[in-house]
């Protein structure tokens, strides 16, 4: 039965955490993988979040299954932290999901349900999972340019003129706020400009809502599917808690669809119930509960706001360090994009070749696409990182 097959190609962000843990060196730097780590390398807890499963553990009295839908009450109660306030609860259903690429799984199979085989366009580059998911869902993928040469970076002429050729229907991957790899995000006017010929050209967006409230604050990160959502018909909205609850392993998603009317909607959230029971029968439910707790009692929502913008203002001040670092070390502007990036992550430009050297001489981990995790720095490593960079460039 296996002998045909061949060991499939490592994952480049996961296959990293293996190899920096096992590497002796005490100076090694971990840029890898998505994570939040304070200024003593460890990823936290959220205060709420340990304080909800003290209660959860308290209070608990049962583990018998919640449902293929997940916990329909952490949907309401995320939702508006995507929608916002006003939102219109009729025409948007979701599901609980096992963590954002759960919620990217199950909604690929909503739109392989609908249309199978429908063309997405998915931004170049993107997440290494986004093409995975969405072609084991046997989705066509035509890349879009997203990043061009110049100091904006993001060659937002480029993509729309790609756009204006997509065929009504087709599907368009967007990513919410914090773009992965690149850091780099549209400003306000693109997002408008973006939203009217998604809706002109009758494209449906579906938007990667993996790292909301680590760009410019919770509220500012949800502007693009606000927007989306008053401008389009049909949308739909894969949403992690692994970074901003700090919920990682708990594997805590959701996934939303907003259609042309409630009962289209209501269709659109059976086939995502189908998807969840047919990836994992259910979503877990610890992490749910948590959010569910956290987001259900006025303290600890506002002490879990409080500490995610916490660890969004050290992120900024780490990619204000960095870029002058830079600076001073060039004499010249060529990395002040560090400093505009949004989210944890950005491209320094090296090639997987330069990468490698960046880990054996030097002991620092970055992705082969160039893609730091700029979190997983301490600001009294800034410096020593500039200059490895700069050494191998
Ligand atoms: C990342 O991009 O590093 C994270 O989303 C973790 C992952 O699963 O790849």
């Not at 259903?93 to 759960?102: D, L, M, Y």
């Not at 989705?139 to 729309?160: H, Q």
């Not at 830079?326 to 997987?352: C, E, P, Q, W």
Request: charged residues 25%; proline residues 6%; glycine residues 8%.
């Amino acid at each position: 039965m296996f002998e045909d097959l061949r060991m499939p190609p490592p994952d480049k962000i996961l296959s990293l955490m293996a190899i920096f843990r096992e590497d002796p060196r005490p100076e090694k730097i971990d840029l890898g993988v998505g994570v939040y780590r304070d200024a003593d390398g460890r990823t936290p807890i959220p205060r709420a979040v340990k304080e909800a499963e003290r209660r959860l553990l308290a209070s608990e009295t049962t583990k018998t299954y919640v449902g293929p839908a997940g916990d329909p009450v952490f949907c309401d109660l995320v939702a508006p932290l995507v929608f916002g306030p006003e939102l219109p609860r009729e025409r948007i259903r979701g599901v609980q999901t096992a963590g954002g690429a759960g919620a990217l799984s199950v909604l690929a199979g909503l739109v392989a349900a609908a249309r199978p085989g429908v063309t997405v366009h998915v931004p170049d580059p993107t997440w290494i999972n986004h093409v995975a998911i969405l072609t084991d869902n046997r989705l066509r993928l035509a890349p879009y340019r997203y990043l061009g040469e110049g100091p904006e970076r993001v060659d937002f002429e480029g993509m729309l003129a790609h756009l204006a050729g997509a065929a009504p229907g087709d599907v368009v991957l967007l990513h919410g706020c914090c773009h992965n790899p690149s850091g780099a995000d549209l400003d306000g006017d693109q997002w408008r400009r973006l939203a009217a010929l998604l809706a002109e050209r009758r494209l449906l967006p579906f938007v990667d809502l993996a790292y909301l409230g680590f760009g410019d604050g919770l509220e500012d990160d949800a502007f693009a599917v606000r927007l989306l959502a008053r401008t389009v018909p049909e949308l739909l909205v894969a949403v992690s808690c692994s970074k901003n609850f700090g919920l990682y392993r708990e594997r805590t998603g959701a996934a939303f669809a907003l259609a042309a009317d409630a009962g289209t909607a209501a269709v659109a959230q059976g086939h995502m119930v189908v998807r969840n029971r047919i990836l994992y029968s259910m979503p877990p439910d610890h992490g749910a509960a948590v959010v569910r707790t956290v987001l259900q009692d006025p303290v600890l929502a506002a002490d879990w706001r409080a500490e995610l913008e916490a660890m969004r203002v050290t992120i900024e001040a780490l990619r204000q360090a960095l870029a002058a670092a830079f600076a001073r070390l060039t004499n010249g502007s060529d990395y002040a994009f560090l400093s505009r990036d949004k989210g944890m992550f950005s491209l320094i430009g090296v090639t997987a070749e330069k990468a490698r050297r960046l880990r054996d001489e030097h002991a620092i981990y970055v992705v082969e696409d160039g893609r730091i995790n700029v979190a997983g720095l301490r600001l009294d490593q800034v410096e020593r990182f500039a200059a490895a960079v700069l050494a191998v460039r």
